[in-house]
C-alpha cells in the first residue's frame, strides 16, 4: 500500500488533537458538575441561580492544568465541544429591527396622514410578501399619495445635507435604504455588547445577512421574560461628567478600611495558615499601564481644532495595607479605577453593597469601561469610572439630540468620530463643554462606557470630533454607538424557542441512548456477517464518531439533537463504504484471486462508487447548511463532517489495519465472511428489469393515495411552515390530550389548537394560531397567560413556573417556540429551494460524472419519487392515527433520503458503466440486470445496517426526531426499492427510445 506512512501520521495528529481538543469538554462537565452539587438543596432541587453564581465564581479562575500550561474556567468554555440549546436548555430569538420606527424616525416623526396611511398599509402587506419594506412602503406611498414626492415628507433638518425639496425619490429611498441598514449595524452592535454582559456562557449572536435579522442563542437561560427585555428595549445612550479619584477620595478611603477590617476578620476566623479570599487581589500596575493608556487619552472639541492629549493628569493612588489588597487598591494611570478582569465579578459585588454605595456621594454612579485593555503580557485591564448624575440619576445630556455621527479621520490622518446634535442638543452641549474645559465626559450606553474624551474647548454649534487611539473598527462602532441615539430602532422578536433545562437532560439522555445502541447493533451485525473484515470495520466506526466529536470541539461548532441524528445516520451509512470494499473482495476471492491481489483489487474497484456517493450526500449536506436555518444547519454540520471522516476511515485506516493483518498473505488469519455469510447473495439472476411496468404502477398508486389523503385531510405543519405559537407541557400525572384540546379551542377564541402527547402521557405539546399575526411581547405574554388560564380551569392543577418545584397536581411549561407569519414564509421558500437545489446540483454531478443524461434523469426522478413516497407515507400514517409534524427538521429528513437514495443509486450505476465497458456486446437489459444482481449483497447489507441504527433512533430518539426517523425509515426502504426498479429501469428505457430515434 502507498502512503501508509503518511495516513498514520495523520491518523495520529488528528487523534491527537481531538484528544486534546475534547479534553476541556471532559473538564468543563465536571465543574458543571461541581456547581450543580454546590446548587443542589438537602431535597435534591437546583436552585440554576445559585449554580450560575458558582460559574460565574471560578469563570476568570485557573480549573484544567495540561502539561503546565493552565487554563480559566473562561478559556475552557471557549475551547469544548458546545451543546446545542435542545441539549441543555436556553433560549433562541430571531430579532427583526422595525424600519417602520426609522422611517418614522426620517420623517421627523411627520404626522401626514396619507403617510401614516402607507406605513400601515407596507405592514399590512409585509406579513405575506418577502419584499423589503423600504420597497413595499413606496409602492403604498404611490397609491396612498399619488403624484406626491418623498421630499414633501423626509425634507426636514434632521436630512439637511441629505433631502431637499427638490430630491428625487429614487435618492430619498437610497437613503432611507441606507439608514435601515445602519440601524441594523448600531442594534447588532449594541445587542453584541448586551449579551456579551448578560452572564451566560457561550452566547451566540449572528447577522442573517440574507433576511436583514439578528439571531441570538443563549445556553442556559432560565429567565425568558428578562431576556425579552434586554433584546427589545430601546439603547439609552448619555452623556456624564467623570468625577476625578480626588473629588471621592474620603469615599474610597473609607470603602477600603470596612474592607480592610473585614478581611482581617474573615483571617482571623479561618486562622492564621488560611488566607481569605473574597476580597479581589490586585497590584500596583501604574509602571506597566503608563506608556500603554497615556496615549489612549481620548480627547473632544470642535471640528477642525488641533487636540491635544492630556498626559499629565496623574494622582497619587490610595494604598492598602501590604498584607491586604481590596477593591480600592487603585492604579495610578488616567486618576482611574483599574482592575484585573478577573475580579470583576467580585468588585461587582462589593460596590453593589448599600454601606458601600451610602459613603459615595449623592448622584454619581459607578460604570465599567466597555472594552478591556490587553497588556503585552496578556493580562487584561478594565477601567471602572464614576460619573455624577443629575436628580433621579439623569444624565446631562441624552442620544435623542444627536442628527448624525460617522467615522472620519482628525489632521494627522488617524481615525475619529465626527458627531452633530440637533439645535436644542448644541445649546445644551454648548454649556456642558463650557463648564466642563480640561474635564472628561463619558459617553455611556447602557451602562457602559464606551469613550470618555477631555473637553478641550466649548463647543457653540453641536459639531464635535472625538479623537482617540482608536482602530477604523472601533471608530466605526463609537459612531454606531452614538447614532443609536438619534434614530431608535426597537426591535421585534419574529422567531423564539426556550427549552427548559429538564426536557434538554432528557434529549441528551435520548441521543446518547440513540448513539450507544446505534453503535451496539452496528458492531454485532458486522462482526456477524464479515467476520475479522466486520472488526476492522468497527475500528474505522469508532475512530469516524470519535473524529466527528473531536473536529466540532475545533471549530467551535455546537452538537444538537439533530445533530446527534446526524451521527447516528453516518453510524450506518459509513458502513457503506467497507461493505463496498468487502463485497468487492470476497467478489475477487470467489473468482481465484490470491488473498493479497483481491484486498488490492477490492480497494481499488470500489473507489469510484465511495467518491460518488460520499460526494452526492455531501452536496445535500452543502445545501442544507446554506439554506437550512436553526437546528437544520446543525445536522447539516455533523452530516458533512461525518462524511469527510468516514471517507478517511473507512478507505485509509481500514486499509492500513487490513494490510497489517493480511501481510502473511495466504497464512494470514483474517477473512471478509462467517459461515453464515460465505454464499449468501451468490450468483443471483433475478431479471429485474421485467418487473419495471409492475413496480412504476405500484409507486403510481401510492402516490395516488397518499396525494389524495393530503388534499382532503391535509399535513400536520409545524410552527416553522405555518407560524404561531406552541409549548411543551409537563404534568404531574397523566391529562388526557383530547379533553384539554376542545377546552383550549374555547380559550383560544376557536383558532387553530392542537394538543397531542409528547413523548410521555403526562407531557402533552399544545400549537396554536391564536394572535398569529401579532408578534409582540404583549402578544407573546396573553397567549401564555391564556394557555395556564385554559388548563388551570380544565384541570384544576396548579401552575409551577419552575420545573424544580413540580409536586402534586401541578404543572410547568418546558419549553415554548413562537414563529411569526413572515419568518414562516421565510423558512418554506428556503426549504422548497434547499429540495430544488439538491435535485439539480445531483443531476449536472450525474451528468457530469457518466456523461449521459439518461443517468442524470433517471437519478432525479428516482429522488423526486422518493420525496412524494414519503409525503404519502406521513399522509397515510395520519389517516390511521399516526401523526407526525412537518417541519424543519423533517426538510432535512427528506434531504437525507435524498442524499441515501443517490448513494444507493450511484452504486448501480457505477457497476452499470462498468459493465458496459466489460461486455459492450450485452444487451442493455442483460448488463443491467447483471449491474444489479452484483451490488445487491451490498445494497441489503447497507440498507440492514441503516435501518436498524435509524430504527433505534425512532425508538430511543426522542418526540422532536420523531418525524425525522419516521421519514428516514421509509425513505431508506424506498431509496433502496427505487435505485432498482425505477432509477435504472428509467435509464434502461430512456436509452431504449434513444436507440430506436438514431435506428429511424
Excluded at 503608563?290 to 470642535?302: I, N
Excluded at 433621579?392 to 467615522?407: C, F, P, S, W, Y
Excluded at 454607538?481 to 429538564?502: D, F, H, N, Q, Y
Excluded at 396548579?798 to 413562537?818: C, L
Aim: aromatic share 8%; with cysteine; hydrophobic share 45%.
Amino acid at each position: 500500500m502507498k502512503n501508509k506512512g503518511f495516513i498514520v501520521f495523520m491518523t495520529v495528529i488528528v487523534t491527537l488533537l481531538c484528544v486534546y481538543y475534547l479534553s476541556f469538554t471532559f473538564v468543563s462537565n465536571g465543574v458543571k458538575e461541581d456547581a450543580t452539587e454546590y446548587a443542589r438543596d438537602e431535597a435534591g432541587n437546583v436552585d440554576y441561580s445559585k449554580k450560575q453564581f458558582y460559574l460565574d465564581s471560578v469563570y476568570n479562575e485557573p480549573v484544567y492544568n495540561l502539561l503546565g500550561i493552565e487554563f480559566t474556567y473562561k478559556e475552557i468554555q471557549d475551547l469544548e465541544l458546545n451543546l446545542g440549546l435542545d441539549l441543555q436548555g436556553g433560549m433562541h430569538v430571531t430579532l427583526e429591527v422595525s424600519p417602520v420606527d426609522i422611517i418614522k424616525g426620517l420623517s421627523g416623526n411627520n404626522e401626514d396622514p396619507e403617510f401614516l396611511a402607507a406605513l400601515e398599509l407596507a405592514q399590512e402587506r409585509q406579513k405575506t410578501s418577502q419584499e423589503s419594506f423600504v420597497n413595499l412602503f413606496y409602492e403604498a406611498f404611490n397609491e396612498t399619495a399619488p403624484n406626491t414626492k418623498l421630499s414633501t415628507v423626509f425634507a426636514n433638518a434632521a436630512n439637511r445635507g441629505k433631502i431637499g425639496f427638490d430630491t428625487d425619490d429614487s435618492e430619498v429611498l437610497r437613503v432611507i435604504r441606507s439608514e435601515v441598514d445602519d440601524a441594523m449595524d448600531r442594534s447588532f452592535n449594541i445587542l453584541r455588547t448586551r449579551i456579551d454582559r448578560f452572564g451566560t456562557s457561550q452566547p451566540n449572536i449572528q447577522r442573517l445577512e440574507n433576511t436583514g435579522r439578528i439571531q441570538i442563542e443563549l445556553p442556559g437561560v432560565d429567565n425568558p421574560e428578562r431576556v425579552r427585555k434586554l433584546l427589545q428595549g430601546v439603547a439609552k445612550l448619555e452623556f456624564l461628567q467623570v468625577i476625578e479619584i480626588n473629588e471621592v477620595s474620603d469615599a474610597l478611603t473609607q470603602a477600603n478600611e470596612i474592607l480592610v477590617e473585614e478581611q482581617k476578620a474573615q483571617k482571623e476566623t479561618l486562622g492564621e495558615g488560611e488566607e481569605a479570599t473574597d476580597a479581589p487581589q490586585s497590584e500596583d500596575l501604574a509602571d506597566l499601564l503608563q506608556d500603554e493608556r497615556s496615549a489612549d487619552q481620548d480627547t473632544l472639541g470642535t471640528e477642525g481644532d488641533t487636540l491635544s492629549t492630556d498626559e499629565d493628569a496623574n494622582l497619587d493612588s490610595l494604598q492598602a495595607s501590604e498584607d491586604v489588597s481590596p477593591l480600592f487598591s487603585l492604579i495610578k494611570s488616567r486618576n482611574g479605577l483599574v482592575y484585573d478582569v478577573a475580579d470583576t465579578s467580585k468588585i461587582n459585588q462589593i460596590i453593589q453593597r448599600e454601606d458601600i454605595k451610602s459613603l459615595f456621594p449623592r448622584n454619581t454612579r459607578l460604570v465599567w469601561d466597555v472594552k478591556a485593555n490587553k497588556l503585552d503580557d496578556g493580562m487584561e485591564l478594565l477601567e471602572l469610572y464614576v460619573v455624577r448624575t443629575l436628580r433621579g440619576d439623569k444624565a446631562m445630556l441624552t442620544g435623542e439630540v444627536i442628527n448624525d455621527a460617522r467615522q472620519t479621520f482628525d489632521e494627522v490622518g488617524q481615525p475619529a468620530v465626527d458627531m452633530s446634535m440637533n439645535a436644542e442638543g448644541a445649546r445644551k452641549w454648548a454649556k456642558i463643554t463650557r463648564e466642563n474645559i480640561n474635564n472628561r465626559i463619558a459617553i455611556v450606553l447602557d451602562n457602559y462606557v464606551y469613550s470618555a474624551p477631555v473637553v478641550n474647548s466649548e463647543i457653540p454649534n453641536g459639531k464635535s470630533i472625538i479623537q482617540g487611539n482608536f482602530t477604523l473598527e472601533e471608530a466605526k462602532d463609537l459612531a454606531n454607538i452614538l447614532k443609536a441615539g438619534s434614530l431608535p430602532a426597537p426591535t421585534r422578536i419574529v422567531e423564539e424557542a426556550t427549552i427548559g433545562p429538564t426536557l434538554g437532560k432528557e434529549a441528551q439522555a435520548q441521543g446518547i441512548l440513540s448513539i450507544v445502541a446505534g453503535l451496539g447493533m452496528v458492531v454485532i451485525f458486522m462482526i456477524a456477517y464479515y467476520a475479522k473484515g466486520g472488526i476492522v470495520a468497527n475500528i474505522a466506526l469508532v475512530f469516524n464518531i470519535f473524529f466527528i466529536l473531536g473536529i466540532l470541539a475545533q471549530l467551535n461548532a455546537a452538537l444538537t439533537l439533530p445533530g446527534i441524528a446526524g451521527i447516528v445516520l453516518t453510524i450506518g451509512m459509513s458502513i457503506d463504504a467497507n461493505v463496498l470494499i468487502f463485497e468487492r473482495i470476497r467478489e475477487e476471492r470467489r473468482n481465484g484471486n490470491t488473498l493479497l491481489k483481491s484486498i488490492s483489487a477490492g480497494y481499488e474497484k470500489a473507489y469510484s462508487s465511495i467518491v460518488d456517493a460520499n460526494v452526492t450526500t455531501f452536496l445535500i449536506g452543502a445545501i442544507l447548511y446554506w439554506l437550512g436555518q436553526g437546528p437544520v444547519k446543525g445536522f447539516a454540520i455533523t452530516l458533512m463532517i461525518g462524511i469527510a471522516c468516514s471517507f478517511f476511515s473507512a478507505v485509509f485506516i481500514t486499509r492500513v489495519i487490513v494490510t497489517w493483518m493480511s501481510k502473511k498473505g495466504e497464512d494470514s488469519k483474517i477473512s471478509f465472511s462467517t459461515p453464515f455469510s460465505k454464499n449468501l447473495f451468490n450468483n443471483l439472476s433475478i431479471n429485474f428489469m421485467t418487473k419495471r411496468k409492475m413496480a412504476y404502477i405500484g409507486s403510481g398508486i401510492v402516490i395516488a393515495i397518499g396525494l389524495t389523503l393530503i388534499s382532503i385531510n391535509g399535513l400536520n405543519l409545524g410552527v416553522d411552515f405555518t407560524g404561531g405559537r406552541s409549548y411543551v407541557v409537563r404534568f404531574s400525572e397523566k391529562v388526557q390530550p383530547t379533553e384539554l384540546k376542545l377546552a383550549l379551542e374555547q380559550t383560544f377564541e376557536n383558532k387553530g389548537t392542537e394538543v397531542k402527547t409528547y413523548g410521555a402521557n403526562n407531557i402533552l405539546k399544545v400549537t396554536t394560531s391564536y394572535l398569529v399575526e401579532e408578534e409582540s411581547t404583549e402578544a407573546d405574554n396573553i397567549v401564555r397567560d391564556k394557555l395556564i388560564e385554559g388548563i388551570t380551569a380544565t384541570t384544576g392543577m396548579t401552575y409551577a413556573k419552575n420545573e424544580s418545584g413540580m409536586g402534586e397536581n401541578i404543572f410547568s411549561i418546558s419549553g415554548s417556540s413562537k414563529v411569526g407569519a413572515t419568518i414562516a414564509d421565510d423558512i418554506k421558500n428556503a426549504s422548497q429551494e434547499s429540495v430544488i437545489f439538491s435535485l439539480i446540483a445531483i443531476f449536472l454531478y450525474i451528468l457530469i460524472r457518466f456523461r449521459r443524461w439518461q443517468f442524470g434523469l433517471g437519478a432525479v426522478v428516482a429522488l423526486f419519487h422518493d420525496t412524494l413516497i414519503v409525503l404519502s407515507a406521513f399522509a397515510i400514517a395520519k389517516s390511521f392515527g399516526f401523526v407526525f409534524e412537518i417541519d424543519q427538521v423533517f426538510i432535512a429528513a427528506i434531504l437525507t433520503v435524498i442524499g441515501y437514495s443517490i448513494n444507493d443509486t450511484v452504486v448501480v450505476f457505477d457497476r452499470i458503466r462498468e459493465t458496459l465497458g466489460i461486455t459492450s456486446k450485452a444487451s442493455s437489459e442483460e448488463t443491467f440486470n447483471t449491474a444489479i444482481n452484483d451490488t445487491i449483497s451490498r445494497t441489503i447489507m447497507t440498507s440492514m445496517t441503516t435501518l436498524v441504527v435509524v430504527f433505534v433512533l425512532f425508538l430511543f430518539g426522542g418526540e422532536v426526531l420523531r418525524g425525522f426517523s419516521f421519514a428516514l425509515l421509509v425513505g431508506i426502504l424506498v431509496g433502496t426499492y427505487s435505485s432498482i426498479f425505477i432509477a435504472t429501469p428509467i435509464v434502461l428505457d430512456l436509452a431504449k427510445r434513444k436507440k430506436k430515434r438514431v435506428e429511424a
